[in-house]
């Protein structure tokens, strides 16, 4: 009998990919996808992982492997897939020899983005058949069958998931890997040179594909339907499923594990048996508006929101009017997102503040420079953009307009778009200041390896790209390396640096404190010579409070030993008691 086990939903698509035969995997961290990977390197005998410099990136590398042969995939998260926009479209055209598939996170609620897009509304812009599944047995499942369908149709796959069923758990059965042969490479510029001519046949191709896919999404598996009292029929699929069987457990259901393209003569059938359709799908409205368009008549956005995450009660109110008079929980105290104690972003951000400077942000733990006391960061967007956003303002405005701005980036951020932005603030004769929080790692995502940290997602040890040197070599003259914790050295080099007429890079090579697994120093506050100026607080780390007579009070439990609080003590009220070890 087969083993079963506990799995998340990242771990079970993981083991899906190990069973299903993939042999190459690249991918680029973003939550809430970044444990597939991390699990699949369980499997590196039998499978290739990596992390790549970004989603396009990512996306080409799993494509090349495809041509040569071998199923692969590429993992990302939603905004991810606008990263791998170029590729995607144009491999929509080519097809796959080895199964190809694109595992795609959305984040419905807005747990760790800056929006809720929804990749179904991608998928079909780019025609892509999209799969979904509603929890960790299907996703191991339904993540096989992708592979599949991806050969049988020669179409890339999207398989959707979302942050629920990423991050939730259930029942999984393991079952042995099968490793189909590696498919023979055949030479066919028709099919994969993607000039007009070749493109305009292969559009033609893949219209026809499609339709051949959504008939025989009518007779698939992982699309059914489960009768039961006909005044109420729901169509859904995905996460959504478990809210409408908690809600509505009398009624009648058309899961769909196929959300792309849709099975009409399945739909049409099903929506002919029940009294009243409902549609139950998180975020736009994919499967409702083709529905409708086929005359179905159909309940679904006029009575549920297209913003955030659904809930059995949801439906419940929504759909049986129900008033559920929910007691309303304990408000507990609020909790808002703050930098780590001895994070090497604070004392960066205290310094710009200081300064009163104003900064162009970007994707990362960095973020959080935005919120009070440090208030720094004034703008962010997406990966990359910290950079071209401080150049669009000075080609709007002029070098004196931003002469109190800089762009602050990541170091993974660094090398994943931002080094093309950097480029052209070089080529288009900027002046701007970009500041590299290098803290060695992917921080925001969980601490992954990049292509600046020496070491691979494997684990073994590989050539560290030196920033420093890259920035020169794309043309920057002025680059300096400061520690963070520098107080001095810091706002003499941002000064300095802003006051320049030509592109100057500040990298604040320190790293993330929850990388050092050393004792830390020991730092205590004494209250008999605080003179209650609150300079140490400024920053706010929340190791430091106030005692009730306004002196400070250091909590060793929270406090990394980073300094910061010391080196802003002018009456000694603050001293190390115990160097780390």
């Given at each position: 009998?087969?083993?079963?086990?506990?799995?998340?939903?990242?771990?079970?698509?993981?083991?899906?990919?190990?069973?299903?035969?993939?042999?190459?995997?690249?991918?680029?961290?973003?939550?809430?996808?970044?444990?597939?990977?991390?699990?699949?390197?369980?499997?590196?005998?039998?499978?290739?992982?990596?992390?790549?410099?970004?989603?396009?990136?990512?996306?080409?590398?799993?494509?090349?492997?495809?041509?040569?042969?071998?199923?692969?995939?590429?993992?990302?998260?939603?905004?991810?897939?606008?990263?791998?926009?170029?590729?995607?479209?144009?491999?929509?055209?080519?097809?796959?020899?080895?199964?190809?598939?694109?595992?795609?996170?959305?984040?419905?609620?807005?747990?760790?983005?800056?929006?809720?897009?929804?990749?179904?509304?991608?998928?079909?812009?780019?025609?892509?058949?999209?799969?979904?599944?509603?929890?960790?047995?299907?996703?191991?499942?339904?993540?096989?069958?992708?592979?599949?369908?991806?050969?049988?149709?020669?179409?890339?796959?999207?398989?959707?998931?979302?942050?629920?069923?990423?991050?939730?758990?259930?029942?999984?059965?393991?079952?042995?890997?099968?490793?189909?042969?590696?498919?023979?490479?055949?030479?066919?510029?028709?099919?994969?040179?993607?000039?007009p001519g070749n493109a305009k046949f292969r559009h033609v191709e893949i219209e026809k594909?499609?339709?051949?896919?959504?008939?025989?999404?009518?007779?698939?598996?992982?699309?059914?339907?489960?009768?039961?009292?006909?005044?109420?029929?729901?169509?859904?699929?995905?996460?959504?499923?478990?809210?409408?069987?908690?809600?509505?457990?009398?009624?009648?259901?058309?899961?769909?594990?196929?959300?792309?393209?849709?099975?009409?003569?399945?739909?049409?059938?099903?929506?002919?048996?029940?009294?009243?359709?409902?549609?139950?799908?998180?975020?736009?409205?994919?499967?409702?508006?083709?529905?409708?368009?086929?005359?179905?008549?159909?309940?679904?956005?006029?009575?549920?929101?297209?913003?955030?995450?659904?809930?059995?009660?949801?439906?419940?109110?929504?759909?049986?009017?129900?008033?559920?008079?929910?007691?309303?929980?304990?408000?507990?105290?609020?909790?808002?997102?703050?930098?780590?104690?001895?994070?090497?972003?604070?004392?960066?951000?205290?310094?710009?503040?200081?300064?009163?400077?104003?900064?162009?942000?970007?994707?990362?733990?960095?973020?959080?420079?935005?919120?009070?006391?440090?208030?720094?960061?004034?703008?962010?967007?997406?990966?990359?953009?910290?950079?071209?956003?401080?150049?669009?303002?000075?080609?709007?405005?002029?070098?004196?307009?931003?002469?109190?701005?800089?762009?602050?980036?990541?170091?993974?951020?660094?090398?994943?778009?931002?080094?093309?932005?950097?480029?052209?603030?070089?080529?288009?004769?900027?002046?701007?200041?970009?500041?590299?929080?290098?803290?060695?790692?992917?921080?925001?995502?969980?601490?992954?390896?990049?292509?600046?940290?020496?070491?691979?997602?494997?684990?073994?040890?590989?050539?560290?790209?030196?920033?420093?040197?890259?920035?020169?070599?794309?043309?920057?003259?002025?680059?300096?390396?400061?520690?963070?914790?520098?107080?001095?050295?810091?706002?003499?080099?941002?000064?300095?640096?802003?006051?320049?007429?030509?592109?100057?890079?500040?990298?604040?090579?320190?790293?993330?404190?929850?990388?050092?697994?050393?004792?830390?120093?020991?730092?205590?506050?004494?209250?008999?010579?605080?003179?209650?100026?609150?300079?140490?607080?400024?920053?706010?780390?929340?190791?430091?409070?106030?005692?009730?007579?306004?002196?400070?009070?250091?909590?060793?439990?929270?406090?990394?030993?980073?300094?910061?609080?010391?080196?802003?003590?002018?009456?000694?009220?603050?001293?190390?008691?115990?160097?780390?070890?």
């Open positions: 009998m087969a083993e079963k086990v506990i799995m998340l939903g990242n771990e079970a698509i993981a083991r899906g990919a190990y069973e299903a035969g993939v042999k190459v995997s690249s991918a680029y961290p973003g939550t809430p996808s970044t444990e597939i990977s991390e699990y699949l390197v369980r499997y590196r005998d039998d499978v290739y992982e990596e992390w790549a410099p970004n989603e396009k990136v990512a996306t080409e590398v799993a494509v090349g492997a495809s041509l040569s042969g071998v199923r692969a995939m590429a993992c990302m998260k939603h905004v991810g897939l606008n990263v791998a926009a170029d590729p995607l479209y144009s491999v929509s055209y080519m097809g796959v020899n080895g199964g190809l598939v694109i595992v795609v996170a959305d984040d419905p609620g807005l747990y760790s983005s800056q929006n809720e897009q929804d990749t179904r509304m991608v998928a079909r812009a780019a025609q892509i058949p999209v799969i979904e599944p509603s929890d960790s047995a299907e996703a191991k499942e339904f993540f096989k069958a992708a592979f599949e369908l991806s050969e049988q149709f020669d179409r890339p796959f999207i398989f959707r998931t979302t942050t629920r069923l990423a991050h939730s758990q259930g029942l999984v059965e393991l079952n042995e890997r099968v490793e189909p042969e590696d498919r023979p490479y055949e030479k066919n510029i028709r099919k994969n040179v993607m000039m594909r499609n339709k051949e896919l959504a008939e025989a999404a009518n007779t698939l598996p992982i699309n059914t339907v489960e009768m039961n009292d006909t005044k109420i029929g729901v169509i859904t699929s995905g996460i959504p499923y478990q809210y409408v069987k908690e809600a509505l457990p009398d009624a009648s259901v058309l899961k769909l594990g196929m959300v792309n393209p849709l099975p009409r003569k399945m739909i049409e059938e099903f929506a002919s048996k029940v009294e009243k359709l409902y549609i139950v799908e998180e975020l736009d409205p994919v499967i409702e508006e083709q529905v409708k368009s086929w005359g179905i008549q159909a309940v679904g956005k006029e009575i549920l929101t297209v913003q955030g995450e659904y809930s059995a009660n949801m439906l419940r109110e929504a759909i049986l009017k129900e008033n559920l008079d929910i007691k309303a929980p304990a408000e507990a105290p609020g909790r808002p997102p703050i930098l780590c104690p001895g994070c090497p972003h604070r004392s960066v951000f205290y310094v710009l503040n200081r300064l009163k400077m104003h900064a162009a942000g970007d994707i990362g733990c960095y973020t959080l420079g935005a919120v009070a006391p440090l208030s720094v960061i004034d703008t962010t967007m997406c990966m990359g953009s910290s950079i071209s956003t401080l150049h669009g303002m000075e080609k709007a405005k002029g070098k004196e307009y931003i002469k109190n701005w800089v762009a602050v980036i990541g170091d993974s951020t660094f090398m994943h778009t931002g080094v093309n932005s950097l480029m052209n603030m070089v080529y288009n004769n900027a002046t701007g200041t970009v500041i590299i929080m290098d803290n060695s790692t992917t921080g925001m995502t969980g601490h992954q390896d990049h292509a600046a940290t020496g070491k691979t997602l494997q684990g073994d040890p590989t050539y560290a790209i030196n920033i420093p040197a890259l920035c020169r070599a794309i043309g920057v003259k002025n680059v300096h390396e400061v520690n963070a914790f520098d107080l001095p050295l810091l706002e003499k080099t941002i000064k300095e640096e802003t006051a320049k007429d030509e592109v100057s890079v500040i990298i604040t090579k320190t790293p993330c404190v929850l990388l050092d697994k050393r004792k830390k120093p020991l730092y205590i506050a004494h209250e008999d010579k605080c003179k209650k100026c609150g300079m140490c607080m400024k920053p706010g780390c929340p190791a430091m409070t106030k005692n009730a007579d306004g002196t400070i009070h250091i909590d060793d439990t929270m406090c990394t030993g980073c300094g910061l609080c010391e080196s802003l003590c002018k009456f000694g009220a603050i001293e190390l008691v115990k160097e780390g070890e």
